[in-house]
């Protein structure tokens, strides 16, 4: 289990467009964001990953300004979640490995209908400390019940104006 205040796993993937998008070497002003999602298959995700497109500004604003969405999909299911949701703004990784999945604590899921991987990962969002460290991250087990983004987007707000500190650390 990822604790807050603690490092976390590594994180290097390809980027849709290309390069590659490396958290070791992002220089955020207080946060990266990693949101996980399941992949080109989840309606739920395209909002998700549609909302945090249009919010890239906001998050810039309240210091977050290292941002990626990323999934277990391969290069061509990447490219069609880009297209066929129109994100023009947030860098979008793929390819993260089962293994990678498991590091970073995110639940696992088989495919219960056409067109799923065999095997995905469920939701993450995790806000990351320039250091690398873990503050804050909020998990599912399925599609349904994550943050809604503009929320976080005031959340860290008020975070960075009460210098609040990373909690959940024991």
């Known amino acids: 289990m990822l604790k807050p205040r603690q490092p976390v796993p590594v994180l290097n993937v390809p980027l ?64 069609r979640a880009v297209e066929e949701w129109n994100i023009t703004r947030v860098p979008i990784g793929y390819g993260l490995g089962m293994e990678s999945m498991r590091e970073w604590g995110l639940h696992l899921s088989k495919a219960i209908k056409e067109g799923q991987p065999n095997e995905f990962n469920e939701p993450g969002l995790f806000l990351v400390r320039p250091d690398g460290t873990l503050y804050a991250a909020v998990q599912t087990t399925m599609p349904f019940l994550r943050p809604h983004l503009d929320e976080v987007v005031e959340t860290v707000r008020w975070i960075n104006e009460n210098d609040y500190p990373a909690r959940g650390e024991l």
């Not at 500004?57 to 290069?75: K, T």
Request: aromatic share 8%; with cysteine; hydrophobic share 40%.
């Open 16 to 79: 849709v467009g290309g390069g590659r998008w490396v958290l070791a070497d992002q220089q955020p002003d207080k946060f990266s964001l990693v949101v996980f999602y399941r992949g080109v298959h989840c309606p739920m995700c395209r909002a998700h990953v549609t909302e945090l497109d249009g919010l890239i500004d906001q998050f810039a604003e309240v210091g977050v300004d290292r941002v990626l969405a990323v999934s277990g999909d391969d290069a061509g299911r990447a490219q």
